[in-house]
T-cell receptor, first 115, second 115 residues
Framework: GAGVSQTPSNKVTEKGKYVELRCDPISGHTALYWYRQSLGQGPEFLIYFQGTGAADDSGLPNDRFFAVRPEGSVSTLKIQRTERGDSAVYLC?????????????FGEGSRLTVL | GDSVTQMEGPVTLSEEAFLTINCTYTATGYPSLFWYVQYPGEGLQLLLK?????DKGSNKGFEATYRKETTSFHLEKGSVQVSDSAVYFC??????????????FGKGTLLTVNP
């Protein structure tokens, strides 16, 4: 399909483990975003990429969280030493470059459960 | 800080009923306002938007008017259909300060429409 693809759709892990979540944006979209949606809450901003660089990582909750986008397309969100409080749905979105219109194209999300 | 408050759900209506989902915001500066919708099994998608006071956004029979005096952006539809069953999110971005790409979401309102 031509939409934003996220893998895995579900991930169950144990406290303390390392996790990687992958996002494949819409082809040609240079802007990529990660959001986190905890139970009963709206999505919260984590990080924004323009091309290969992280233009704004102010939403990452602490240094256990890191994201990369080495070739300006696929992005990986990495979480070290997972904690139960990291359990949430992690959403990826992309948009075309140029003037920001507010229209982000979201994937279905990766549901992370930390036991 | 900037925030969005939505009416709590769930909201359950019969087909052809009138829908209102309330949304109010707090923002420093002049935000752009959005409604996003998440249908079952799909990613969030933009439903409508308004970028300045008194603008009306509309799409698929839904409307919302940007009211600066009441800091509100209530979503309305005159006659809902079963296919409108979804979670609706109100959101804002700031048009100044260099971070207009960052969406701030409300908690979402689950709408169920029964035949």
């Amino acid at each position: 399909g031509a939409g934003v693809s996220q893998t895995p759709s579900n991930k169950v892990t144990e406290k303390g483990k390392y996790v990687e979540l992958r996002c494949d944006p819409i082809s040609g979209h240079t802007a990529l975003y990660w959001y986190r949606q905890s139970l009963g809450q709206g999505p919260e901003f984590l990080i924004y990429f323009q091309g290969t660089g992280a233009a704004d990582d102010s939403g990452l909750p602490n240094d256990r969280f890191f994201a990369v986008r080495p070739e300006g397309s696929v992005s990986t969100l990495k979480i070290q030493r997972t904690e139960r409080g990291d359990s949430a749905v992690y959403l990826c979105a992309s948009s075309s470059s140029g003037l920001f219109t507010g229209e982000l194209f979201f994937g279905e999300g990766s549901r992370l459960t930390v036991l | 800080g900037d925030s969005v408050t939505q009416m709590e759900g769930p909201v359950t209506l019969s087909e052809e009923a009138f829908l209102t989902i309330n949304c109010t915001y707090t923002a420093t500066g002049y935000p752009s306002l959005f409604w996003y919708v998440q249908y079952p099994g799909e990613g969030l998608q933009l439903l409508l938007k308004a970028t300045k006071a008194d603008d009306k956004g509309s799409n698929k029979g839904f409307e919302a008017t940007y009211r600066k005096e009441t800091t509100s952006f209530h979503l309305e539809k005159g006659s809902v259909q079963v296919s409108d069953s979804a979670v609706y999110f109100c959101a804002l971005t700031l048009n100044s300060g260099g971070s207009n790409y960052k969406l701030t979401f409300g908690k979402g309102t689950l709408l169920t429409v029964n035949p």
